[in-house]
RNA sequence: CGGGGUGUGGCGCAGUGGGUAGCGCGCAUGGUUUGGGACCAUGAGGUCCGCGGUUCAAAUCCGCGCACCCCGACCA
């Protein structure tokens, strides 16, 4: 090690406070979550960074699923004439859509979109399956890829093609469809908190920021180690825009004829990103346990071969003991010790078991968590009961780290002067009071970077006094802005 | 798409007054090791991002592309 440097575990990686985006990629590459393809813009995803895709979609289905949600697949492709049904819609997306013009080695007819959003597919089956009131709601959920030709990539929080899940529904009225807006929203806040340890706040988007063609558009917001924030999940109010462009009508029990409200709601790969950015630290990753390909990894030591027959032997008890209960690695590899902890570390386990010739001789092994590398030493027999309940633990301490993180880089500002000492200065989060208006919001961002994340639903109890920090007029609400990824 | 930067074994880099490519890590084999990235020996691995040009000769000079990174505009 450098003279002077301070200690490290892991030297190879950069200072998250001395070049973040740097620290990120590395991140990204050295765990072993994502790789670049040969095509721009796109992004491998490796079997490690898979797997915590895959825990995600199985806790979020669930949730989607007890609100009485069933899944669907829909058409990869999309006809031109259907994107241009919805004005709002077409003039949001059109600058990132990807065609394809050829098929069979002829031109097509009509150019088809790969779908950045399948708003409109849906609107048209949609209108197909709806005939009477007794078919709604209809409740509907596609995990798919989806296309967007962004013109700036970065691994997992903005790429060409990403996975998502796009949820869609139609309901009788607007009040209706605003509550299950309003609920798949709550879905997403309990789902990001309670499973992904990311504190967030969720409120209503401006009206600039609001999906091209929503009524109202409502997100999760977190704020990553950087203070910058990250957009974690929307959900959308459609109102009747869709239904009127598709044509999705039914038959009310008055015997009128009325359009549909419907909403759409999204989560992508984009919150793996959240995930490393919000809990990683100078060593690497740290995941949230309910998602960790592995929960806790294995480490055998051993001084003389003749150590190696004993912690084998306890190795195999453990593996049954935990087997179903909790995701375990046993790394046999042939690095030594202090490779293997660094390694995992870097890749994010939120628990490191070690087993040598003393704990074997003790009937116990030693736990080290990855998040403040507390140790303790465990009977093996009270593996089963205590491995559990520490992984609970250190979920729950990754959420209340990054939930004070969160505090301490939250801001309030009563003067435009402040708000912009604050910005240029700190980062994080601004709250102000704030009278909405498009003009100064698009004002503010270009003067200092920041715009506005979301107007919380926690609002100040009795409503907001005072007046707005820019504009001086008589404030409606409170607003948090910040600069975005 | 605008501004800046980078592209050389898997990774990190060195190499430019043009002269046939090198280091560290990793990898393979054998041995000794193993409680915070072990050591010795031997070995494999490169159309120097691509295409074109200048030249007796190009990783090096010129042109055109492509990719990635950073800062903007756009966005989950």
Known sequence: ????????????????????????????????????????????????????????????????????????????????????????????????????????????????????????????????????????????????????????????????????????????????????????????????QEDLAIPVLHGRKSENEKFAGALRTYSLEAMMRDGKALQSATSHNLGHNFAQGFDIQYLDADGQRKYCATTSWGLSTRIIGAIIMVHGDESGLILPPHVAPYQAVVVPIWRKDADQGAIMEAIGRIERMLKGKVRLKVDLSDNTPGWKFNEWELRGVPVRIEIGPRDVQNNSVVLVRRDNRAKETVAIDALETRLPELLEEVQQALFQRALAFREEHTYYAETYDEFKEIMSEKRGFVRVKWAEDSEAELAIKEETKATLRVIPFDQPEGGVQGRCFYTGKPATCEAVFARSY
């Open 1 to 192: 090690m450098a003279e002077g440097a301070k200690e490290k575990y892991v030297e190879e990686l950069v200072d998250q406070s001395d070049d973040f985006s740097r620290w990120y990629n590395q991140v990204v590459r050295k765990a072993e979550l994502a790789d670049y393809a040969p095509v721009r813009g796109c992004m491998i995803i490796r079997p490690y960074g898979y797997a915590i895709w895959e825990h995600i979609q199985r806790l979020l289905d669930a949730r989607f699923k007890e609100t009485g949600v069933m899944n669907a697949y829909f058409p990869l492709l999309i006809p031109r004439s259907f994107l241009e049904r919805e004005a709002k819609h077409v003039e949001g997306f059109a600058p990132e859509v990807a065609w394809v013009t050829r098929g069979g080695g002829e031109e097509l007819e009509e150019p088809l979109a790969i779908r950045p959003t399948s708003e409109t597919i849906i609107g048209y089956s949609f209108a197909k399956w709806i005939q009477s009131y007794r078919d709604l709601p209809l409740l509907i959920n596609l995990w798919n890829n989806v296309m967007r030709w962004e013109k700036r990539t970065v691994l997992f929080l903005r790429t060409a093609e990403f996975l998502w899940q796009e949820g869609h529904t139609a309901h009788r009225t607007l009040e209706e469809a605003e509550e299950r807006t309003r609920l798949m929203l709550e879905v997403y806040r309990s789902f990001v």
